[in-house]
């Protein structure tokens, strides 16, 4: 098990990158996610995605440049719905053709296994988190959604933030009824390049609560102990 993170002694840095519009924000999604998917001098990179109506497409861009993967790759999510692996509404489902396309194995694409009870699937998460984890190894790059209410990942409540505590992974209730699996904070703690992608509208009390690390926004609590934290959004998510 592992150990509760302390307290930070210091908060998370922020740095925003403005993009004129969603697509400019997916290009440089997709031009990051290159760069490490494919560094064939990085030493077992892993790289963390996350769901949403930006990352997904960029997957899938991806999928079509039939790129050869950096060696010892590992790829995981943030976070997933408890639903069959070949549902709509799985991230794992919906980022297939990628991992296809890279032709990862099995091993390499750490998915919720939702054929399992939730409780088991989520065991086997946290035992898999600890063995990528294991001996201080770093996330090299995370991408990280941002809902409307604040949440990241399926962590949606200072509850949610408490249960994790001590953790890797965690099952979560989401507000529309359906279970989940998420990474914890400690994980993120353990991202080199964090980077929420954030666009719409819809997103921008949310963006403006977490670039002013109010402390009530479950998004900014769940990574205001990591090192450094990006935010990329498109200009309809500021208020400017």
């Known amino acids: 098990m592992v150990q509760p993170t302390s307290q930070p002694s210091r908060q998370a840095s922020i740095t925003l990158r403005r993009f004129a519009d969603r697509g400019q924000l997916q290009s440089a999604?997709?031009?990051r996610l290159q760069q490490v998917l494919t560094d064939a001098s990085a030493d077992h990179p892993a790289v963390m995605l996350s769901g949403g109506s930006t990352p997904i497409p960029a997957y899938l861009e991806l999928a079509t440049r039939h790129l050869n993967p950096a060696p010892g790759l590992t790829v995981l999510f943030s976070d997933d719905r408890y639903?069959?692996?070949?549902?709509?509404?799985?991230?794992?489902?919906q980022s297939k053709a990628l991992f296809t396309s890279l032709g990862l194995s099995t091993e390499q694409?750490?998915?919720i296994?939702?054929?399992?009870?939730?409780?088991?699937?989520?065991?086997?998460s946290e035992r898999r988190l600890e063995?990528?984890?294991?001996?201080?190894?770093?996330?090299?790059?995370?991408?990280?959604?941002?809902g409307a209410d604040g949440h990241t990942c399926s962590l949606f409540s200072a509850a949610d933030l408490e249960r994790a505590q001590g953790r890797l992974a965690l099952s979560v209730h989401r507000p529309d009824g359906r279970d989940a699996v998420s990474v914890s904070p400690?994980?993120?703690?353990a991202v080199e390049q964090l980077v929420f992608v954030v666009a719409g509208k819809d997103?921008?009390?949310?963006?403006?609560?977490?670039?002013?690390?109010?402390?009530?926004?479950?998004?900014?609590?769940?990574?205001?102990?990591?090192?450094?934290?990006e935010v990329w959004t498109d200009a309809a998510a500021l208020n400017e």
Not at 83 to 93: A, E, K, L, R, T
């Open 29 to 31: 999604v997709e031009e």
């Open 83 to 93: 639903v069959p692996s070949d549902s709509d509404q799985s991230n794992y489902h």
């Open 109 to 111: 694409v750490l998915r």
């Open 113 to 124: 296994r939702t054929e399992l009870p939730l409780d088991a699937a989520t065991q086997d």
């Open 131 to 146: 063995s990528l984890l294991a001996g201080g190894r770093r996330i090299t790059l995370g991408l990280l959604g941002l």
């Open 186 to 189: 400690t994980v993120l703690e």
């Open 203 to 229: 997103k921008q009390t949310a963006v403006a609560a977490l670039l002013q690390r109010k402390p009530d926004l479950t998004a900014w609590r769940a990574v205001s102990g990591c090192r450094a934290v």
